[in-house]
């Protein structure tokens, strides 16, 4: 095989979930059929690592100092959303029923994978919280295990420092049929029942 | 999202297989944890697309005129194997039982996709076959029905034109067990049974 084909092969496996056979199949079918659609991949690659880099405030991904969600003058000031990725932000925003700010920590505690406090900028949200305007931090991350024990680590953080920290609901799911709900999700809506 | 990011969104999902999601997660993933795999996956493609097209002779990737199998003084010119992908040629290679000469047409026959005699290159093949040197085609496409489509509209072709023309054994896998190989292969091979 040429050599610029088998750099480009090692390259594609840096993608996430691609194995040797993929990244050589893209890199066929590229070459093959859409020399174009690489040429675009090769400039939006090179253009979005010169541009992006994290907002000042909330930590997602931006080409600005401060990105559109944190400037924009008609949120309020006084919640902190705060969310694993930048896409469960822009799940939350697509449901219309939150006007605050976020903080993105681009990630979850994992202890075995070597992911601590540090890596999630938890020193950054500690300062962002702390600016004498949030008056509540709402914890979105993940209902998984490692989501889960995120939110606790920064729910105590946060509320040693005086802070008032809720936690995204759970519960059965909207249409959801109880038959077909598991037992542990059944049981949380149990336990946090609420009076109608 | 920033524009940079929405360009590199849309740019990932020219490649094959990967949908919005996918390509979601790839952006962030290379922004947030691999921007140096993102610069390399920059340069590779454009290098690849600026240096590497087809052998003038077998028509699969190189960087030169002719590729350095067709340039190997060592192999046997007299033999020619068609392949449909550089793939199916690397994998003919690693048994280490042919030592001919290739031509790769970059696909298949197949008529529902629009892809027709011109688009695997069968005038080159026509040519290159009829050297005066290649005594035997070998035709190695796959056991698809597409493959074996464009396996015998080739063979027709070429002997037509007064050329041996032969195709890779059909039968039952090394290490197969009769009981679980489909009855379709069972049967060719019982046709195709040879004298020992």
Redesign the interface.
Known sequence: ?????E??T???R????IGPK?A?????????H??E????????????????HHCALCNT???EDV?DTCDDEQRDRRLLCVVE???DQ?MIEQTLTYKGLYFVL??RLSPLDGIGPKDIHLEKLVARANDGVVSEVVLATNFTNEGEATAHYISEMLKARGLKVSRLARGVPVGGELEYVDAGTIARAMLDRRST
């Open positions: 095989m040429s050599k610029s084909l750099f480009l090692e390259a594609l840096r993608l996430p979930g993929s050589q199949r893209m890199a066929f079918h590229l070459l093959q859409d020399r659609g690489a040429d675009m991949l090769s400039r939006a690659l090179h253009q979005a690592v010169e541009a992006v991904f931006t080409e990105c990725t930048p896409a822009l681009m990630g």
